[in-house]
């Protein structure tokens, strides 16, 4: 029998990605915080937290670790792009989030852009985002 000690271990230290999939069913917001910084958790494990929901404020910090994550392609900066903009919509707030993707030359810079024209991103954000994107010029 695991502690949730025992799966925040094993998602800080496991390289096996299949190991690391599975962790990702755990239901611990900070074992989903621990895979999203591991550099060994896969794009397709990525994507799957990316729809992972605990709390606010969980949700949107995992958002962040996703968007910085460095193995994080195309495919999972999209499907969190997808989610940021959903929140946005409802009245969240995961601007963390939407300045994480602003920095990933990935995505189009339009992708991002239009995060700020979302109901939930405030004139601070839009002005931040600005500046975000103007530094990959």
Known sequence: MRTPADYLELARTEDDSTALHRLAQCPYPFVWHALAVNPRTAPETLVELSAAHDST??????????????????MVLRAVRDVVAAKLTEGERPYAAVLALAARTELATEEVRRL????????????RLGRRLALRA
Not at 116 to 127: D, I, V, Y
Request: charged share 25%.
């Open 57 to 74: 404020w969980n949700d949107n910090k995992l958002l962040c670790l996703l968007a910085e994550h460095p193995g994080a392609d195309l």
């Open 116 to 127: 700020g024209t979302l109901r939930g991103a405030s004139a601070r954000l839009r002005t």
